[in-house]
């Protein structure tokens, strides 16, 4: 016979099992509310910053390339969002448009493009269609409204005759004449200038010969002289434009 009392009451394991469940969904659903206001301000900050880029910044002391060359090379790139522009694509791009030497692309916030281009110089015309740089790099472009010096030379020595180029046109400068076209073939160079004025080189020796020239340049009358050919081992051979016959150095 059990005394008074000594009955246990025990408590049912379904009651226990909805409190613990209970105690662990709680900070569950405090981080999913809160993953879910970061995703929504990420969201929300990213549709702000990746605003569409509409607008074009163009440095304006551009002589041979236009803006609206530029606006038509750049259009696929538009509309587009701040942070998905690509503009190391759109710098390469513009860097290989004909008298482009180096292209800058940056992102302005919130929607502006900023190309700064800095343009090829060319320096003279090349065989009478393309033009080159003062690296002797040829434009494939020609300008004849620019009445640069006219030179002429195998295509695959463009980067030699700029180089000779450049070394008599300082020549010519010394005593005043301006040089305006030089031609090189196996028979040598060949240099005009404004005056009339031609002077042939040797293919080898162009330098030495111009050197040779300066000890007796003082001694002529440029405006009388045709032609100066400093192409001979001992000397040098001059035509006068009124026929008188010619002179050996």
Not at 76 to 84: A, D, I, N, R, V
Not at 147 to 166: A, D, I, R
């Amino acid at each position: 016979m059990k005394g008074k009392g000594a009955t246990r009451t025990s408590q049912s394991p379904g009651i226990l099992s909805r409190l613990n469940t209970s105690g662990l969904l709680k900070p569950v659903s405090v981080a999913i509310t809160v993953m879910s206001l970061v995703v929504a301000v990420v969201l929300l900050l990213l549709q702000t910053v990746n605003k569409p880029v509409t607008k074009l910044q163009i440095n304006q002391d551009l002589v041979h390339v236009t803006k609206s060359m530029i606006e038509s090379e750049v259009a696929p790139w538009f509309p587009e969002g701040y942070l998905s522009l690509d503009v190391q694509d759109i710098q390469s791009h513009l860097q290989d448009m004909v008298m482009v030497a180096n292209v800058k692309v940056e992102k302005v916030w919130p929607d502006t493009l900023s190309i700064l281009i800095e343009e090829e110089r060319p320096v003279a015309l090349w065989n009478g269609k393309n033009m080159l740089s003062e690296n002797g790099d040829i434009l494939p472009v020609a300008y004849e409204e620019l009445q640069l010096p006219k030179l002429k030379g195998s295509n695959n020595e463009s980067k030699l005759v700029m180089q000779h180029f450049l070394l008599f046109n300082r020549w010519g400068k010394r005593h005043q004449l301006e040089l305006t076209g030089i031609q090189h073939s196996s028979a040598g160079w060949q240099l005009d200038f404004q005056t009339g004025l031609k002077i042939w080189l040797d293919n080898v020796a162009a330098m030495n010969g111009l050197q040779q020239l300066d000890k007796v340049i003082d001694q002529f009358d440029f405006t009388r002289i045709e032609r100066i050919d400093m192409r001979y081992e001992q000397g040098f051979a001059v035509a006068w434009k009124d026929s008188i016959g010619q002179a050996q150095g």
